[in-house]
């Protein structure tokens, strides 16, 4: 159960675009469509941002995206906001079934 | 509205027990699957275990299985976590947190109990 890799920190000007990768392997990422992706304030819980790799919940800015592309999901946020500035986890499903977030990817907004 | 409350967490001498609950209100709570993810002081999310609507399907991390425990009871609308032989490495916040229904995603989150494992 190996964590999902993503980098440990991104950052961007207000209005801009950054994405987010999270890489698995065959067994997790590019083995299904359960990828789900957090966003985590601190002293906050979690907070679904996308579901089943590119669903957005109800109530979450279409500023959020999602996508996967083989073993690689990434989380793009477009005309980013001072109140994007937070942890963002992604987790998937695996073949052994049980579940694995990423390391977690600090955001800086500059 | 939904509520997820969690309790049970405390200080704990390495090899003790403990066991956690969680209180559900604001929806049905035998028509969802629930999770328990955890969080280390200063480091990134865990999921810990699964447990199906009706408790025939639970799955556990390799990290705590043989050790922990996942139940829930329907009709008082609770899910625990027994957790026994406990490690230094099981000491984090613990989240009790609701399954969406899609994609195993999580849209609800407890605010957590913390457990600390320390002799």
């Known amino acids: 159960q190996s964590a999902l890799t993503q980098p440990a920190s991104v950052s961007g000007s207000p209005g801009q675009s950054i994405t987010i990768s999270c890489t698995g392997t065959?067994?997790?990422?590019?083995?299904?469509?359960?990828v789900s992706w957090y966003q985590q304030h601190p002293g906050k819980a979690p907070k679904l941002m996308i579901y089943?790799?590119?669903n957005r919940p109800s109530g979450v800015s279409n500023r959020f995206s999602g996508s996967k592309s083989g073993n690689t999901a990434s989380l793009t946020i477009s005309g980013l906001q001072a109140e994007d500035e937070a942890d963002y986890y992604c987790?998937?499903?695996?073949?052994?079934?049980?579940?694995?977030f990423g390391g977690g990817t600090k955001l800086t907004v500059l | 509205e939904v509520q997820l409350v969690e309790s049970g967490g405390g200080l704990v001498q390495p090899g003790g027990s403990l066991r956690l609950s969680c209180a559900a209100s604001?929806?049905?709570?035998?028509?969802?699957?629930m999770n328990w993810v955890r969080q280390a002081p200063g480091k990134g999310l865990e999921w810990v275990s699964y447990?199906?609507?009706?408790?025939?399907?639970?799955y556990y991390a390799d990290s705590v299985k043989g050790r922990f425990t996942v139940s829930r009871d329907n009709a008082k609308n609770s899910l625990y976590l027994q957790m026994n032989s406990l490690r230094d490495e099981d000491t984090a916040l613990y989240y009790c947190?609701?399954?969406?229904?899609?994609?195993?995603?999580?849209?609800?989150w407890g605010q957590g109990t913390q457990v600390t494992v320390s002799s």
């Open positions: 947190a609701r399954d969406c229904g899609f994609g195993y995603a999580i849209d609800y």
């Open positions: 604001g929806f049905t709570f035998r028509n969802y699957n």
């Open positions: 447990i199906s609507g009706a408790s025939n399907v639970i």
């Open positions: 065959s067994s997790d990422v590019g083995g299904y469509n359960y």
């Open positions: 089943e790799v590119s």
């Open positions: 987790t998937s499903y695996t073949s052994s079934s049980t579940f694995v």
